[in-house]
């Protein structure tokens, strides 16, 4: 079992930055892949980073590319999302996710087994 549990979310203006955090516990984030998914109200769910257990690798939404960047710390086990220039659009819940290792990670929802509670960002302008 890994529990996950998102924080930093909250209301921000468009251009700003906000910092997401996953604190993952139950396995070790080096041994799992991890990802960042969002959902808009009214909206599927979009997948928008992800890291797998090896270091060096990290991959992204098209909508995200050049603004968001993810990285990861084995020591607190826990992904961090740095989200910059941040537009209206990005306003949703974001979602933490662990799945099986693979490469490359998986862009789809269902490849992920365990997911947090989400954590709301809004962007106001």
């Known amino acids: 079992q890994v529990q996950l549990v998102e924080s930093g979310g909250g209301l921000v203006q468009a251009g700003g930055s906000l910092r997401l955090a996953c604190a993952a516990s139950?396995?070790?984030?080096?041994?799992?892949?991890m990802g960042w998914f969002r959902q808009a109200p009214e909206k599927e769910r979009e997948f928008v980073a992800g890291i797998p257990w090896l270091a060096g690798h990290t991959y992204f939404g098209d909508s995200v590319k050049g603004r968001f960047a993810i990285s990861r710390d084995a020591a607190e086990n826990t992904v961090f999302l740095e989200m910059n220039s941040l537009k209206l659009e990005d306003a949703a819940v974001y979602y933490c996710?662990?799945?099986?290792?693979?490469?490359?990670?998986?862009?789809?929802?269902?490849?992920?087994?365990?997911w947090g509670q989400g954590t709301q960002v809004t962007v106001f302008s």
């Open positions: 996710a662990a799945g099986p290792k693979m490469l490359p990670v998986s862009m789809t929802g269902s490849r992920y087994n365990y």
């Open positions: 139950g396995r070790s984030i080096s041994e799992i892949n």
